[in-house]
Nanobody
Framework: QVQLVESGGGLVRPGDSLRLSCAAS????????MGWFRQAPGKEREFVAA????????YYRDSVKGRFTISRDNAKNTAYLQMNSLTPEDTGVYYC??????????????????WGQGTQVTVSA
């Protein structure tokens, strides 16, 4: 089992930045690929970003490329999502998730075994 706890969400204005953290406990963090997903009210949960076990490969949905950066610190058992130039369309509950191996499909929810409880991000003027 891997327990994941997100933090860092909040209410911000368009153009602001936020940094989300995902603290992991349980099994060896470096054995898992990590992903961030988000869910807006009334919408499906969607992929945002993913990072490989050692952090050497990252993946992003098109709408966040150039604005969001996923990273991890295996020594601290923590994954991060730095979000810049936020827009109202980025509003939602953000979830981190852990996958033993997402293969060539880091954006597929069913590849992820463990999920956090989510942290709310609201972008509003």
């Amino acid at each position: 089992q891997v327990q994941l706890v997100e933090s860092g969400g909040g209410l911000v204005r368009p153009g602001d930045s936020l940094r989300l953290s995902c603290a992991a406990s349980g099994r060896t963090f470096s054995n898992y690929c990590m992903g961030w997903f988000r869910q807006a009210p009334g919408k499906e949960r969607e992929f945002v970003a993913a990072i490989s076990r050692a952090g050497s490969r990252t993946y992003y949905r098109d709408s966040v490329k150039g604005r969001f950066t996923i990273s991890r610190d295996n020594a601290k058992n923590t994954a991060y999502l730095q979000m810049n130039s936020l827009t109202p369309e980025d509003t939602g509950v953000y979830y981190c998730a852990a996958a033993a191996d997402y293969g060539s499909a880091p954006d597929r929810r069913d590849k992820y075994l463990y999920w956090g409880q989510g942290t709310q991000v609201t972008v509003s003027a």
